[in-house]
């Protein structure tokens, strides 16, 4: 058992099972950047142990749909193309995913059903229902010559799950018969929370309450992929007399996917055009908006510097964030808080005082340890979780005084099972790729996603910028320098120049004073004329100098 | 009523009160820059209104000793020399500070007592004592012409602080008779907080409990400022039988201070010198340590990569972060309990799991209140805060229907008073000033602190660096780009990343791989070497190339 990704960190979960010559991959997801890593879209765990043994390679088993565990597919289907298996949901996000990236028509995704087992190689792959804050999430229970690993993906054991689909409770308990299992995989994100995650449908009656005391356009924000949340806002529009407008590219290919393969019923006339809304009276409105992590580019990033299309937030207008702050995301999130206050609208996001506007997906400590308890397994390996959250998931599961011992591994470390011990053996090359998209979020690329380190080797570009935060005004004219290509190129360096300059006269004085808009939207036009007039795609990380 | 500082963020807390010819100021406060402003160390308000009128300026007036009301006051005295008040205790404080600066030879340094009224101008200050998680805080009441102006500077209202020297309720409530004061310009911190702050001496009983259950060497952090902390800390020590040794600058400067003016008391013996802490068994120490928010250069965040002389953190050795986390420092905070983790240490931070181990030193809801209460302004003015407490603020004060307005200010607005009426009259110029205070953080610097608008007239300097996340190795050689000086010499660039490189390879990976750390270094080595051999100061600011 390797760990490629996700113990140590959260996200990019990616987890390599090896027999003899077969090795099995379970996710392959993504995380998202670091503020200190300017210039890059997206992290994907460095896969070079699975291209070292491409041939070994049979498959990539997916648990659910979420990014954190699905994102880096084009990067790793690029560079090794093996079946991808995934349920129904999950595989629909898969595709358009692989579409965008003009991967899908050499990729072999494969259904898989819960409940229904399939062998590779010398696995037999069990995957059991569980629930989550998405829709048709699986575990994956892997029958194995030297005993079964079970790998929980991400869980919580929801009792009364909207979309009716039980928690498969029974399939737990029969692995846990007869000495139970040989390991457990499990999610460690909220082990700090003691007791029991709430189920989803717990968040119905705030969220009533405040669709039946708002007064003006309501906007409602949540993760893109919690469909059941989507849905029950659909149906409180509905119940109140609002349409709902939905706005921002995430929250429109969610709500379509989930339509269509019947996770979203919509009521026939609730869905209007963004273009319609100036038809309805403000109090007849519902608009589902993308952008809860204040994501710089986001629809609600911008509606908050009133810098979109068709999503005008104005006074006395009610802003629903039914979300958790991500860690990380903290001033991101408040910026925009502080925009939508300055605008004069009534805020409601998850600081506690708020009532249940949002319930976690994962398991707090009360379910990891039924699970524990459900499934007798010889060991635990913690999963998902920077190092303390692993640490104390260990300390955890030892006090159900089930398993024979708790490992506390990190990616990269190599754990050698036999039927009844384990051992840590050795290190593997691991790491953290650093990738650039490529293109603006608009524009579909026929060029796949390409790592930092190849970036970099096509230069490197620091637009400098000198912003007065109080006016956010720019002063002086853009420095921009250029590193490993066109360094003496006086007219590019120029144009470059006029480019940014136009951006940052394009730019509102709020869109100026929030770096992370401003930078962003430099990168994005700078990319897009280097890449023009230069056929290079060089690391654009810009500079601003706050005087 | 013109505010230059602290309504509309938190930090740089600096208030102007004019009538005709006469200026006063309340607080010079500094705030801790952005991660985005890179090569930046402090940030202060920009006071041109103040050097504009500088005839007018009569005296800044101090409220406490913390830096977010005294930190900008090298920059503003450097600018505009006048009498400073404070309490005996701030005053210790800012000679401290001024000193560093070689500016206290030329400081008029009064001292205010608590009860004692005085004069300047048209403006009778009287000084009222308050309770904080600083000792000698003291509120405002300013007696102009057209009625009282109350600032509460910071504060909760601790009914039994550990000094026994009580919150002024009676003067307080003597500004609530006939008719009450003319403006109350209160603290929003901990708006969004329902009920009571507890008073300082909550957090005994767990602590106390703490230091009993602890089996090995015992690591204590709080902010250096909260002296009844470090107190309560030595208290315990020497209760359970541990000596104390301090370590980290601002640790040792606070308790030194303290212990000058009496206000912490330490019995003979008790501390030793961090040198001889092999001399004693583990079980025998207690480690007084600077670092609670993750500053990259603290010693607490040394000791968690094992890169401090004497501070060693081991397996089974207890670290106790006494103290909050403040907005934007989560990253680093987290990335600092990781490490101490990964050395098998028990850490123990205010997550809400583990009892009442710190209190806030802002007041609470029903503190606001009671305040708005017992002081009966006709006007609200909400201050310290982001845009939305200043709002929730607001709202809170007109709730308690005593106040026939409250007042949403920010940065910037002039508010004019009569006796009974107020209204915003234009906008003067304000902003953020970005200073990098210059040398290292032994080196006592001649030079006075200067702005960033300068020094990047001085040229910047971005050394690029790739380092790989996974291993913590810096790879191929460092870039070094100069813009606006020096940008041919072949020899000094050369020079430049030899002096990189050494810091990157004197460096542990761990070290590499906290990109804080390790741009504060690199920043720190360029900057000494920079000024030694071309007599400039130009801007820093690392680039970490992850690869």
């Not at 273009?275 to 986001?298: C, H, N, W, Y």
Request: with cysteine; aromatic share 6%.
């Amino acid at each position: 058992m390797i760990p490629l990704g996700g113990l140590g960190e959260f996200g990019m979960n990616c987890m390599a099972l090896r027999w003899q010559d077969d090795i099995i991959v379970i996710d392959a997801g993504l995380m998202f950047p670091e503020e200190e890593l300017l210039g890059v879209d997206i992290v994907v765990p460095d896969i070079s142990y699975l291209t070292e043994n491409r041939s070994k390679v049979k498959a990539i088993l997916l648990t659910h749909g979420h990014e954190d565990h699905i994102g880096g597919l084009p990067w790793i289907l690029s560079e090794l193309n093996v079946p991808v298996y995934g349920t129904e949901f999950t595989l629909a996000l898969v595709e358009g995913k692989l579409d965008e990236h003009r991967l899908l028509d050499d990729a072999d995704l494969i259904e898989m059903l819960p409940g229904k087992r399939f062998q590779i190689g010398p696995f037999t792959i069990q995957p059991i229902r569980v629930t989550h804050s998405l829709v048709d999430c699986v575990a994956l229970a892997i029958h194995t010559p030297v005993g079964t690993v079970l790998h929980t993906g991400d869980f919580k054991i929801d009792l009364a799950p909207p979309d009716g689909k039980a928690f498969d409770l029974q399939a737990f308990a029969d692995l846990g018969k007869d000495g139970g299992i040989l390991a457990l995989l499990q999610d460690s994100t909220n082990v700090d929370r003691p007791g029991w995650t709430p189920g989803e449908k717990a968040v119905r009656p705030r969220l009533d309450e405040i669709f039946g005391q708002t007064k003006k356009k309501l906007f409602f924000s949540c993760f893109s992929s919690s469909i059941t949340r989507i849905g029950l806002a659909f149906e409180l529009a509905q119940k109140h007399g609002r349409k709902v407008a939905v706005v921002g590219r995430s929250m429109d290919n969610a709500t379509e996917i989930a339509q269509d393969l019947g996770y979203l019923k919509v009521p026939q006339g609730l869905v209007i055009q963004p273009g319609q809304m100036r038809d309805f009276p403000a109090e007849k409105l519902l608009v589902m908006i993308s952008g809860t992590q204040g994501e710089p580019m986001s629809a609600l990033s911008r509606a908050a510097v009133n810098n979109h299309k068709f999503a005008k937030i104005e006074s006395g207008d009610t802003v629903l964030m039914s979300s958790r702050v991500i860690p990380g995301n903290e001033k991101a999130i408040y910026r925009v808080i502080d925009h939508l206050e300055r605008r004069d609208a009534n805020v409601i996001h998850d600081d506690g005082t708020n009532g249940l506007i949002h319930v976690s997906g994962h398991g707090s400590q009360e379910e990891l340890k039924l699970i524990i308890n459900l499934v007798q397994p010889k060991f635990v390996v913690p999963v998902h979780g920077d190092y303390r959250h692993l640490k104390r998931h260990a300390e955890l599961a030892m006090a159900t005084s089930v398993p024979q011992k708790a490992v506390l591994a990190e990616d990269g470390d190599v754990l050698e099972f036999t039927k009844d011990s384990v051992t840590k053996n050795g290190k593997i090359t691991i790491g953290r790729i650093c990738i650039d998209s490529g293109g603006s979020i608009d524009v579909v690329e026929d060029v796949v996603i390409r790592d930092r380190k190849h970036l970099s080797e096509d230069g490197i570009v620091l637009p400098i910028i000198a912003i007065n935060k109080a006016t956010g005004r720019a002063e002086g004219t853009p420095e921009i320098v250029f590193r490993g290509f066109a360094m003496d190129d006086a007219q590019l360096i120029a144009e470059a120049r006029a480019i940014t300059q136009r951006t940052l006269e394009s730019s509102s004085p709020e869109e100026k004073q929030d770096y992370g808009v401003i930078k962003e939207k430099i990168r994005n036009d700078l990319k897009r004329f280097i890449q023009k007039s230069t056929s290079r795609r060089p690391l654009i990380m810009p500079v601003i100098l706050e005087i």
